[in-house]
């Protein structure tokens, strides 16, 4: 079965610092991941994906992630923290037949001034 | 791009009282729309999957008869929350799947109900 899971509930970065929330996926097949962030009392927005094709997938706002599959890991990073990163990030995978999204337990990221 | 449109935003109601939360997709059609919840400081939970014109399936241990779930259109789902207890007090978001993008899920914006 697909799952997802995010090391570390919290992470504290100092603005401009390196953003780096991890997240290694299990999967029988190849797989359909995705990152979000929400902030609070929101829906999700979407970050980036990765379906097939290149590894390293650039998304908004400055973010990216690298499908390594030798580490079955999907990793979102971003060079440097803006205050407004501020939120809650999921990574996400695909299961099921219904292409439901079954997601991590979430990063709590934390720019520090 | 793909939006959708979910109200209302935060309800209040008696326990006892029965809850609609509407989820529209305003510019595409959503073959499927899937039912989250979402408890406070914790992930999003999967409630039911619905495809337009067919029953909901609805995940293990999510009470059919209290979570009603109605996709009478491509761009239409309902959840009603029925006789409302205090436990029942959550986050509900709802997230639609469709559109031209490839693997395009579009999630509303979440509806805060507390039953009181």
């Known amino acids: 079965a697909q799952s997802v899971t995010q090391l570390g509930s919290h992470v504290s970065v100092s603005e401009g610092a390196l953003v780096l929330l991890r997240c290694n996926y299990s999967?029988?097949?190849?797989?359909?991941l995705f990152w979000y962030v929400q902030y609070p009392n929101q829906g999700l927005q979407l970050l980036l994906k990765y379906t097939t094709g290149a590894t390293l997938v650039k998304g908004i706002n400055g973010f990216e992630a690298e499908f390594k599959k030798s580490e079955t890991s999907f990793h979102l990073t971003k060079p440097s923290a803006h205050m407004s990163d501020a939120a809650e990030y999921f990574c996400a995978v695909i299961r099921g037949s219904a292409r439901q999204l079954t997601f991590g337990s979430g990063t709590q990221l934390t720019v520090l001034p | 791009g793909a939006v959708v449109s979910q109200h209302p935003s935060r309800v209040i109601c008696k326990s006892g009282t029965s809850v609609k939360i509407e989820c529209r997709s305003l510019?595409?059609?959503?073959?499927?729309m899937f039912w989250y919840r979402q408890f406070p400081k914790q992930s999003l939970m999967l409630m039911a999957t619905?495809?337009?014109?067919?029953?909901?399936?609805?995940e293990q241990g999510v009470e059919k008869d209290k979570f009603l779930i109605n996709h009478a259109s491509l761009t239409l789902s309902t959840l009603t929350v029925t006789s409302a207890h205090p436990e029942d007090s959550s986050f509900y978001i709802c997230?639609?799947?469709?559109?031209?993008?490839?693997?395009?899920?579009?999630f509303g914006s979440g509806t805060r109900l507390t039953v009181v």
């Open positions: 510019d595409f059609q959503a073959t499927t």
């Open positions: 619905s495809n337009e014109g067919s029953k909901a399936t609805y």
């Open positions: 997230s639609a799947l469709g559109g031209v993008t490839n693997y395009g899920y579009t």
């Open positions: 999967s029988s097949v190849p797989p359909y």
